[in-house]
């Protein structure tokens, strides 16, 4: 396992940026507004060759109710501070040491971890930042940066990796199938995660767009890892009036563009809206799998019918993704989570299928002999011959003697023929037609 740092403080002391620096991209969310940052936010970093695990945390609070979001929030900041091999406590040079960063201090100095002190906003470095105060702390010397302006970073990171261990450089992965839990606010993506992790990883909220940024969990089961990610619930553009909630829907995307399969997450009581429709094109253009998760399995009121009739209002609603594999369950009571995993290891299975040249023209031409392309004026299309060309989406490239006389229902009906013969569920199929050149034919 690759050795995991978090990145602790109060509010506004600059996390986010630091975050952003070290992992060398704008992943987390950056406004100056106290508590952008809410839930636990994962990325892999490396550095001096030593690849490790970054967290950014919200700012911690004190002095809060338990059932408040703040609260939540320093739980979540707790956790990770639980998880971590070495912490970054960062403090902000500008506004000098002050009472909450005392006892942040006290709640790390409990910890027990290696702690590296990090003074942030140190802009000007042609005199010596006045970070002397920060001693007082207790956590041995501060390191003066500036996150926005990349100064002394370096120097700072040599610290925390002073605090590995030998055996924590990870020069290899395994194969990680990455999911992203995608959907309109308040469907219970973060419940699902959380029941699938067996924890409260991510913060969990009736009131919606709790969560702000993808947030990256790792979790092994039974030999398999698993990189799930859950996301900001996507509103209608006409529903979205904050800077921060823009970014998260830009992060929610981003995060289906990265994963292997994406798990829309439909609320039971509420039928399919517009919204998820737009989604689920979007998994459909990138590519990914798709696993539609009924969730809130438990309200409504059920007969034996219950379940097909819902099957035939996702086949009517979303006939361009008619290949997605389906699944009704309660994050709340945990009905069918389990099988949950099991289908995204299909899906990914479906999505790395390959077919072989020979057994791929077979099946085509079978399929053409039994149902012939029509003719235009007396000139009829011919299949001279496929090969698939890649996977993740599996791709296949058809040759044609005339590819502009090749209808959609045709080229649907060729689509389905494939499927028969070789499945692929839960993945889109990139077809490719063309046109053999003369000196091939």
Known sequence: MKPIVAIVGRENVGKSTLFNRIIGARHAIVEDTPGITRDRLYRDANWSGYDFTLIDTGGIKFNIGEGMIAGKVREQAALAIEEAQVIIFVVDLSSGLIADDEDVAELLRRSGKPVVLAVNKADDFLTPPPVYEFYALGLGEPIPVSATHGKNIGDLL????????????????????????????NVGKSSLVNRLLGEERVIVSDIPGTTRDAIDTMLTKDDREYMLIDTAGMRRKGKIDEPAEHYSVSRALHAVDRCDVAVLVIDAAEGIAEQDKKIAGYVHEAGRGLLIVVNKWDLPVKDDKTMNKFEKQIKEELPFVNYALSIFVSALNGQRVDKILPLIDFISEQQNHRVSTAVLNETLQEAVAFNPPPTDKGRRLKLLYAVQTGVKPPKIVMFFNDPEMLHFSYARYLENKIREAFGFAGTRLSLIWRKREKEEE
């Open 158 to 185: 040599d610290e925390v990796i002073r605090y590995f261990p030998a055996a924590d450089i990870d020069d290899a992965e395994g194969d990680i199938v990455k999911v992203a839990f995608v959907g309109r606010p």
